[in-house]
């Protein structure tokens, strides 16, 4: 598993640098006794935000038919039965991951298949945790058609601290578990919407890691 720099933190890391440069350079100038302290929290802070930004390239080796995968690093904070209403117009298994500031914040396609729907939503920045959050913050829609012909539902959604969702999928699109589909910056969640009859492998509470957790495995169309 490869790790480099994710091209979203760029831009944020040379700023955050030049910034802690201007506040320990004067320090070291004329403050000297301070330095080292102020020196050691300025790499903590910044090898923490780079943290943030890692981009592993990430390798599934499991079964890929029929199979649903964690669209991101995080904890199960949902998994529940609800009813969707914006694309698919029915009841589905909701299963939401958070994520903290600790975590990658890449997200990774959760099916192999076709994107068929994205759009972008405004809202406000309650916390990623909170169930309304689904609904009513910042978040973006993502409609994936897997290889089965199900049509699967992601949804990116902001937290209290994240303040733009990208998202990289356009309909059209081919998706694949391995490749990223989007991030979100600074603590959010990403929910899945499943078909009812999809075998569930998690729990709440459980860890997963985006690209390489089953988080499920949908029923098989023996029509395709």
Not at 137 to 148: G, H, L, P, Y
Request: aromatic residues 10%; proline residues 4%; without cysteine.
């Amino acid at each position: 598993m490869k790790v480099k720099l994710h091209r979203e933190g760029v831009n944020i890391l040379i700023i955050l640098l030049l910034g802690l440069l201007a506040i320990n350079i004067p320090v070291w100038l004329y403050l000297r006794p301070a330095s080292i302290p102020v020196m050691a929290v300025s790499v903590v802070f910044y090898l923490l935000v780079m943290n943030f930004f890692r981009s592993p390239r990430r390798h599934f080796n499991g079964n890929r038919e029929n199979v649903v995968v964690a669209s991101v690093d995080g904890k199960v904070v949902a998994l529940e039965e609800t009813f969707e209403d914006e694309y698919l117009h029915r009841r589905a298994i909701q299963l939401s991951v958070f994520m903290t500031v600790f975590n990658v914040h890449a997200n990774w396609f959760p099916v192999d298949g076709e994107v068929l729907y994205v759009k972008h939503h405004s809202g406000r920045f309650m916390a990623a945790y909170l169930p309304k959050s689904s609904t009513e913050n910042e978040r973006s829609t993502v409609v994936i058609k897997a290889r089965n012909g199900q049509e699967i539902l992601m949804r990116q959604v902001a937290g209290a601290m994240a303040k733009r969702i990208v998202t990289y999928a356009e309909p059209g699109d081919e998706a694949d578990i391995e490749y990223h589909m989007g991030f979100i910056k600074f603590g959010s969640r990403v929910d899945i919407y499943l078909p009812l009859d999809a075998e569930v492998l998690v729990k709440i509470g459980d860890k997963t890691t985006g690209g390489i957790t089953e988080v499920a495995r949908l029923k098989p169309n023996e029509n395709v």
